[in-house]
Every structure is written in structure tokens, then in C-alpha cells.
């Protein structure tokens, strides 16, 4: 099974947008390669698996992202990687779509935003930090995803 592009649409739009403002995807190897821990990395040109642990590493070798499928989606904790292999993001899925607590990191480490995501919806607070670490915007979404408040500077 080949992953489609809504499957990494929420996590990618996420991480990519919001880590550096642009919409550009991963570009993973035209094969799989061998990983640390011989869990086959996917590329392009392979079949994607459809139960258990998956790597996804980028033309240069480095680790992209990994997490586990589950009849063919997303299920449990997916993690992204910066080139130097810092944690990018972390996010939970359920049947495909982020389910859980999502947290966004910045290059540098520092935490960037976290807050709960219901059947691929922000839910609840969200909370945003500068980079000094200090809470610079909270915004509380209702469990359509839609926004009910948006505090932070300037507000």
C-alpha cells in the first residue's frame, strides 16, 4: 500500500508550516535503506507497510519521520526529526488521524506549541511559546475546531 497525500497532510502541514513557514514535503529516498535498527525505511518507490513500524528518511540518509501503521494508517505516536536528529514533533493518531496530544518543537529544541487534537481537529488549549520558553498565546478551540478564544499579546 502507497501512502496517499491526505494521510500526511494534517501532520505535515503542521510540522512544515509552523516549523518554517514553508509547504514544501519531505522528499524521501527512491529506495528503502538500511536504519540503525533494520526497521526498513520507505521511499517513494516502495510499498508502504500496512501493520508495524515505519521510517521515512530523506535523500540525504537522515530521518525524516517514523511511527506505526495499522491496517494501513497512522495508529499511535509518530515522531518528526530535524536534519541534525533533533524531535521535531511529536503526535499521537488514531485510524489515520491525529488523535491525542500534538507538540511542535523548534529547531533549535525549544517548544514551540502543543494542545489535543480529536479526529484530526484542534481541540481544547492550544498553547503557543516564544522562543525565550515563556507562554506567548493560548488559543482554546471547541470540538468542531472551531475557535472560541484567542488570547495572547496583543489580544
Not at 67 to 78: F, T, V
Amino acid at each position: 500500500m502507497k501512502i496517499g497525500p491526505a494521510a500526511c497532510l494534517p501532520l505535515l502541514s503542521v510540522l512544515v508550516l509552523a516549523c518554517n513557514g514553508k509547504a514544501d514535503s519531505p522528499k524521501p529516498v527512491a529506495a528503502p535503506v538500511a536504519t540503525k535498527d533494520s526497521t526498513p525505511a520507505i521511499g517513494p518507490d516502495t510499498a508502504m507497510v500496512q501493520n508495524g513500524h515505519v521510517r521515512m528518511v530523506g535523500p540525504d540518509g537522515h530521518l525524516q519521520m517514523e511511527g506505526d501503521m495499522a491496517g494501513g494508517k497512522r495508529s499511535g505516536l509518530w515522531t518528526s526529526y530535524t536534519r541534525d536528529g533533533r524531535v521535531k514533533s511529536r503526535s499521537e493518531y488514531k485510524d489515520g488521524l491525529p488523535e491525542g496530544i500534538s507538540t511542535v518543537f523548534r529547531d533549535d529544541g525549544t517548544l514551540f506549541y502543543t494542545g489535543n487534537q480529536q479526529r484530526g481537529r484542534q481541540v481544547g488549549e492550544w498553547r503557543y511559546y516564544n522562543t525565550e520558553g515563556q507562554l506567548e498565546r493560548t488559543v482554546v478551540y471547541d470540538t468542531s475546531g472551531a475557535v472560541i478564544n484567542d488570547r495572547g499579546k496583543g489580544r
